[in-house]
Antibody, heavy 122, light 107 residues
């Protein structure tokens, strides 16, 4: 059974940093691209960042480019999102999501974690 | 970046109705489009991928069509469990943008 479990969310002051983790199980982790998707309170879904299975290519939304860094440790079946210079508008539930097809660059997301809440406030 | 526009934003319908949600891309995305259903407090659930392929375990009353810039999600006969918010997502290129969502409400 595929499982994605996010952790690391919490309350942080503007300008602060936070690192999210997503522990995966139930599939060959290194074969699949992974992404982070966020949802601000009462708002829609926003794709944030993605990383291919090898970790060799990463992608970012303009809204987080230069502030967020996605990475993965295939030996630990975990994907990370390092978030720096956080702003109030980064407040959201952050989901990690698994690509639906192995070794594919173009991916829909067939499994999602339960989400972790990040609140940026003083 | 590719912009995705869904219509309508809100849709009121009754159990048994046939409903259609439209998603338009700002440029051609071939068939690289997915549809998701989301219920309050829950993660999204993949319904349709590659514009018209039904995800395993999803009821056959859900169907998708389209290519290029115009796509539709159809629910052939609404069930009580279908009242939720629906999102389209393009994955032709990064960033993998979502539409703004369509909230399907009970009439």
């Amino acid at each position: 059974e595929v499982q994605l479990v996010e952790s690391g969310g919490g309350l942080v002051q503007p300008g602060g940093s936070l690192r999210l983790s997503c522990a995966a199980s139930g599939f060959t982790f290194s074969s699949y691209a992974m992404s982070w998707v966020r949802q601000a309170p009462g708002k829609g879904l926003e794709w944030v960042s993605g990383i291919v299975g090898s970790g060799g290519s990463t992608y970012y939304a303009d809204s987080v480019k230069g502030r967020f860094t996605i990475s993965r440790d295939n030996s630990k079946n975990t994907v990370y999102l390092q978030m720096n210079s956080l702003r109030a508008e980064d407040t959201a539930v952050y989901y990690c999501a698994k690509g639906g097809i192995p070794a594919a660059a173009r991916i829909s997301f067939d499994y999602w974690g339960q989400g972790t809440l990040v609140t940026v406030s003083s | 970046d590719i912009q995705m526009t869904q219509s309508p934003s809100t849709l009121s319908a009754s159990v048994g109705d046939r409903v259609t949600i439209t998603c338009r891309a700002s440029q051609s995305i071939s068939s690289w489009l997915a549809w998701y259903q989301q219920k309050p407090g829950k993660a999204p659930n993949l319904l349709i991928y590659k514009a018209s392929s039904l995800e395993s375990g999803v009821p056959s009353r859900f169907s998708g069509s389209g290519s290029g810039t115009e796509f539709t999600l159809t629910i052939s006969s609404l069930q009580p469990d279908d009242f939720a918010t629906y999102y389209c997502q393009q994955y032709n290129s990064y960033p993998h943008t979502f539409g703004q969502g369509t909230k399907l409400e009970i009439k």
